[in-house]
């Protein structure tokens, strides 16, 4: 209490040296917050495109080596692997064939728009985080019996009816060498859709088939990739091994497959973040140590103005170390209190902002006990001059003065 009630002394210069504290704190607050909020929703939005598998892949310069199902049975019955699920893709050209003019987007009917097109199996899903928004996904009744339907993504919808929910329509799909009739069947959501949204012009529509339909039109019995999902995505370096060192002991071949592993990465990705979020936090921090020499410079004219009372206090019998500790403590707590209320501001806009958007709201923990002792330890250090002038006073002069 007594610390509190000297430091109030002279309330608008100790509140004023609070407030370039609580700045400096605020600052490092809010970036590393919204570091750690922009990485964990990067980290989400990577995971919901399916960054969490690893994809098999045939070598460039393996000329006879494919993926096939003995392939994918190989892979499944490694210890580790959790989910196996063969692909296929082709960038391609679809048409709607029944949009009604009166949607006012007839005039699309005819216009060929580039597609990504998948040949997928049930596994859809849980493999690159596919899920339906309207009506279903690819099924096994649709990859046994060779349907032709499909699933496109809402992007794809929207620019040729106007509208999301388009189930039930037809579109034609050049695959093969010429057009084919698909049913949609569902519309898609996936990690994908909101790039697709802001880059409409660029990244083209998604759309997933059976992948044994594929084949049968392709004319093909191999895949072009297999997906792997992991139970345990820290072991993921030592099952690509594993995987790629029993392909190449299956097919009698010497490196003909590579891994590309999404999950390193993604941690690859992880790190950059985080290294460049604490560098911004740094750079922030060092109004911190600017708003230190304001410390010290409140704690001088606190010494001088306090003169005559340190001289009284080391009559009566205070210690030297006494009168140091003094002095000390009142630079800590109010570097303290500006922390406080820094760390607070800082977490505050932090929160409405993750509000606003949407966001979940993450702390780091680590960088709010970091700020708040990088604030007591400059309070300690630009402190500890005024401190020491203190201490060495003698109580004549001091008396004098």
Known sequence: MTTLINIFRSRTRSLLTM?????????VVLISTVGSVGTAEVSRTLLTMGVDTLLIQTADNAVSVTLDDSDISAVRSIDGVSAVMPLMASITEAKMINCHSGSGYGSNSGRRLESYVWGVDKSADNLISLTAKYG????????????????????????????????????????????????????????????????????????????TTMQQLC????????????????????????????????????????????????????????????????????????????????????????????????????????ICAEFLAESVTLTLIGSAAGIGAGLLLSFAGCLILGLPFTVNVVSLLVSALAAAAIGAVFGAYPAVKAAKMHPAEALRT
Do not use: W
């Open 19 to 27: 407030a370039g504290i609580a700045v400096g704190v605020f600052a």
């Open 219 to 322: 004319g093909r019995t191999t895949y072009d990739k297999i997906a792997v999902k992991l139970s345990d995505s820290n072991s993921d370096s030592a099952i690509v091994k594993s995987i790629t060192g029993m392909l190449d002991e299956v097919n009698e071949c010497t490196d003909g497959y590579t891994c590309n592993n999404l999950l390193s990465q993604k941690r690859q990705l992880d790190d950059i973040l985080s290294i460049v979020t604490t560098a911004l936090s740094l750079v922030a921090g060092i109004s911190l140590v600017v708003s230190g020499i304001s410390v010290m410079t409140t704690m001088m004219m606190s010494v001088n103005e306090r003169t005559r009372e340190i001289g009284i206090k080391k009559s009566i019998g205070a210690k030297s170390r006494n």
């Open 136 to 211: 279903r996904l690819i099924n096994n009744s649709d990859t046994a019996a060779r349907n032709k339907v499909c699933v496109i993504d809402e992007q794809f919808a929207i620019e040729t009816y106007g509208r999301g929910n388009i189930v039930g329509k037809t579109l034609s799909m050049f695959l093969g060498g010429k057009y084919h009739e698909f049913e949609i069947v569902g519309i898609a959501h996936s990690g994908l859709s909101s790039l697709q949204g802001m880059l409409t012009n660029i990244m083209p529509g998604f759309m997933y088939i059976p992948i």
